[in-house]
């Protein structure tokens, strides 16, 4: 968001909304050598300040292929301890089996549906220090992360819901949405 462009990290954390364009743009990928730390610490201040367990680069306004999660903390009580930071990351394999679970998102505040995922990927990506790794993850850390890069291509999870489900959210969406509205509006 344009209003914010030249602060440093704020003491608020942002959090972008439904409805508001950026969710729906594509992500570019981060380049040797570039900068992220400052985005980097924002995410994470952000996702743990909305008590996340995830967090893709578009919800902070950073049209960057980044996303930052940790399924721990809200078990462990400890924040950074167990943070994954995964830069440009690529699903290689998606297993043909899917399961069922409850999905919510910091940019959809207050909904909540069932999407089925793959259960297990084998997923390539560098992490805080630019390294490529290539790994396999299951169930929930799959569930975050599948969430979080479809953040990347700017889909939600509600784009997946079934016809049925999304129409008995609509009023919510369209109340996120104004709510969005509102805070722009302020802002300028
Ligand atoms: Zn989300």
């Not at 743009?25 to 952000?46: H, R």
């Not at 999905?103 to 259960?119: K, Q, T």
Request: charged letters at 30%; proline letters at 3%; one cysteine or more.
């Amino acid at each position: 968001m344009s209003n914010e462009e030249n602060s440093d990290i704020p003491d608020v954390p942002r959090i972008v909304l439904y409805g508001n364009d950026i969710l729906r743009k594509e992500c570019s990928s981060v380049d040797e050598g570039e900068n992220i730390d400052k985005i980097l610490i924002e995410m994470m201040a952000t996702m743990y300040s909305f008590g996340g367990i995830g967090l893709a680069a578009p919800q902070i306004g950073e049209l960057k292929n980044i996303i930052v999660w940790d399924n721990e903390w809200i078990k462990s009580k400890k924040k950074y301890e167990s943070v994954n930071i995964m830069i440009n990351p690529k699903v290689i394999e998606l297993s043909d089996e899917e399961i069922p679970m409850i999905e919510g998102c910091l940019s959809l505040p207050g909904l909540e549906g069932v999407i089925y995922r793959a259960r297990k990927i084998k997923l390539e990506y560098e992490n805080v220090n630019k390294e490529i790794k290539t790994e396999e993850f299951l169930d929930v850390d799959v569930r975050v992360i599948l969430h979080e890069i479809d953040h990347l291509s700017g889909k939600l999870f509600i784009d997946r819901l079934s016809e049925k489900d999304r129409s008995e959210i609509v009023n919510q969406l369209v109340m996120i949405r104004q709510s969005q509205k509102k805070k722009q509006a302020l802002s300028i």
